[in-house]
C-alpha cells in the first residue's frame, strides 16, 4: 500500500494537531504503518521530515493510544 495517499496526509495532520480518538489513532497506525511492516519510529520520522507539524503532540497521542489498547487487550 502507498502511504502517500490523501487520508494518510490528513491522519498525518489530525495526529498532529490532537483531532483523533485513541481508536482512531491505532486504526491509522495499524493501516499505514504495523501492516507495511513499519513501527512508531516511522510515523515520528513522517512528522519531522514530511511534514512541517511539530511532532510531539502526535508522538506523545501515538504512544498513549498504543499503550491504552495494550492495557484493554491484557
Known sequence: MNRAT???KIWLFDLAHGNLTNSQIVKGFVKYYALNGFTVGNVQDDLVFRTH???SQG?????GALNSF???VE
Open 53 to 55: 507539524y511539530n511532532p
Open 70 to 72: 495494550s492495557e484493554v
Open 59 to 63: 508522538m506523545e497521542s501515538l504512544r
Open 6 to 8: 490523501e487520508d494518510h
